[in-house]
Structures are given as C-alpha cells and as structure tokens.
C-alpha cells in the first residue's frame, strides 16, 4: 500500500513539472456599466465630527435622559458579545477609568439584563458635527 501512494504522490509531481503552462492573458471583459455618465459635481468631503476630552461631557437636559457617550460608538454589540462591556462593566469600570453602567441595567448576580443589552438604541456618540445632518425646511406657518 505504502508503494502505492509512493507512485501516486510521484506522478502527481512529475505531471505538475511537465513544462506545461496556463493561459496567462485573459481575454479582455466587456462590462456596461448604469450609464456613461461623468462625474460633473465634485464636493468637498464631509467635516469629521469631533469628541469631547476626556471627562468633559454636556448636561442633561431632563430626569433619567441616557447619558451621551463621550467618544466613537463603532463597537460590536451582537447576540454573543456587548463590546461596551469591555469598559463599562461594574468590575472594569475603575481600571479602565470609565462610567460604570447603571445598576438599573443589571441584574442581582451584576451581569447586564438583556432588555438593557442595546446600548446604542438609548445612548449615542456626543460629537460636534460640523455640517447638519438633516436638512430641516420645517415652518410654522
């Protein structure tokens, strides 16, 4: 059997240095694309909004508003992991020097209560965006 696989494994070699060689050009594609239209508006690109320092944050403006967050909001939350928990749990809070999350949002063994597991949906990144973000032709009359 060992002799087999030997001539097997020795013909697959021998066929692969055989000197024989792939197309190497490809034939040229034809793609249409939605139009042939050219670009005729350039704009200028968009204002990065920028974040408050560290321990600067804006008051809230009524009783149990969410707190804004003070930075980047483009962590992973899904089913298997909350990444704001990385910093914001009851027993890193203090190391890494960050809010602790709200004993309203955990339940009695400090693990995070599911209806609370969303951070995002209440909280939002507190940044000063330069340009509106939705034009606004609202009247009252």
Do not use: W
């Amino acid at each position: 059997m060992k002799k087999l696989l030997t001539a097997v494994a020795m013909l697959f070699m021998l066929n692969a240095c055989s000197g024989q060689q792939a197309n190497t050009q490809a034939d040229p594609v034809n793609i249409t694309s939605l139009g042939q239209s050219e670009i005729t508006e350039v704009r200028a690109a968009d204002v990065i909004p920028t974040y408050p320092k560290r321990g600067k944050s804006i008051e809230r403006t009524f009783v149990h508003q969410p707190p804004l967050i003070p930075h980047k909001a483009q962590y992973p939350i899904n089913l298997k992991k909350n990444s704001c928990m990385n910093c914001h749990s009851p027993a890193k809070a203090k190391r890494m020097k960050a809010t602790e999350i709200d004993v309203s949002h955990l339940l009695a063994d400090s693990k995070l209560n599911k209806h609370y597991y969303n951070c995002t949906q209440c909280h939002v990144p507190q940044a000063d965006n330069k340009q509106p973000l939705v034009d606004n032709d609202f009247s009252a009359k």
